[in-house]
C-alpha cells in the first residue's frame, strides 16, 4: 500500500458545482496533513493545513478521520480558476517531519 | 520577502555535463529538501537536510549530490548528467517539526533537459 494515495481523477465538474477529494494514509502515526494545489507547470502552494476538528477557508473544508486514516477536501461552488492539481501531504510521523506527498488530484471545472 | 528562490528556471545539459542547481530561502528554516517531478510520478524526494551541516538521501538520490554549509542555502548538484534527469525541480523549505503550522515553501522549479 503506498504512503499516502490519491484517486489521480480528472474530476470534470461544471462551475458551481460541489466536489469532494478523498486521500488515504498508511502511517497511523502521521501528525499532520495539508493540501497544496499545484497549477500546471508551477510550484505547489500551501491550500490549507488540516486540522483534528475539521477547518474551512471561504468555499474549501478540510476534515481529517484519524480512524479511518483519511483526509478529506470539499469545494463548493467551483470557479474555473479552481482547475489545478490537488496534492494532499501528510508527514511521516513518529518522530520525523519529512513530508509525504501525495500523486495528486486533477480537477478540471468547465463553464 | 524572497521565500525560496532557485536558479536557474531552465537549463538544458549534455549527458555528462555536471551543474549546481542553486536553492536559498530567507526565512531561517531548518529544513530544507529538493524533490523532482516527472509526468504521472509526483514528487520524489532526492535529498534533505534538516539544519547546517546535515544531510541525507530520500528516494531517489542516485546520481545527485547536496551540501548545507549554510542555513540558507542547499544546492543540487548533478554529477554527470543524463537523459533520465530531465525532470523539473523542486527545492523547497519549511520550519522543523513539520507541524499543522510548518508546511513546505516551495521555489519556483528549474526544467532541466539532459539531451
Known amino acids: 500500500r503506498k504512503e499516502v494515495e490519491q484517486d489521480p481523477g480528472p474530476f470534470n465538474v461544471p462551475e458551481g458545482a460541489t466536489v469532494a477529494f478523498n486521500c488515504t494514509y498508511s502511517n497511523s502515526a502521521s501528525q499532520s496533513f495539508f493540501w497544496y494545489r499545484q497549477d500546471c507547470r508551477k510550484e505547489p502552494k500551501l491550500l490549507m493545513s488540516?486540522?483534528?476538528s475539521g477547518n474551512e477557508d471561504g468555499r474549501f473544508t478540510a476534515q481529517l478521520n484519524r480512524a479511518s486514516q483519511y483526509i478529506s477536501l470539499l469545494i463548493r461552488d467551483s470557479k474555473l480558476s479552481d482547475s489545478a492539481t490537488y496534492l494532499c501531504?501528510?508527514?511521516?510521523?513518529?518522530?520525523?517531519?519529512?513530508?509525504?506527498f501525495g500523486r495528486g488530484t486533477s480537477l478540471i471545472v468547465h463553464p | 520577502n524572497a521565500g525560496v528562490t532557485q536558479t536557474p528556471k531552465f537549463q538544458v545539459l549534455k549527458t555528462g555535463q555536471s551543474m549546481t542547481l542553486q536553492c536559498a530561502q530567507d526565512m531561517n528554516h531548518e529544513y530544507m529538501s529538493w524533490y523532482r517531478q516527472d509526468p504521472g510520478m509526483g514528487l520524489r524526494l532526492i535529498h534533505y537536510?534538516?539544519?547546517?551541516?546535515?544531510?541525507d538521501q530520500g528516494e531517489v538520490p542516485n546520481g545527485y549530490n547536496v551540501s548545507r554549509s549554510t542555513t540558507e542555502d542547499f544546492p543540487l548538484r548533478l554529477l554527470s548528467a543524463a537523459p533520465s534527469q530531465t525532470s523539473v525541480y523542486f527545492c523547497?523549505?519549511?520550519?522543523?517539526?513539520?507541524?499543522?503550522?510548518?508546511?513546505?515553501?516551495f521555489g519556483n522549479g528549474t526544467r532541466l533537459t539532459v539531451t
Open positions: 537536510s534538516v539544519g547546517a551541516g546535515i544531510t
Open positions: 523547497a523549505s519549511s520550519r522543523k517539526g513539520q507541524g499543522r503550522d510548518s508546511p513546505l515553501h
Open positions: 501531504v501528510v508527514n511521516k510521523g513518529g518522530g520525523s517531519y519529512i513530508p509525504t
Open positions: 488540516v486540522y483534528s
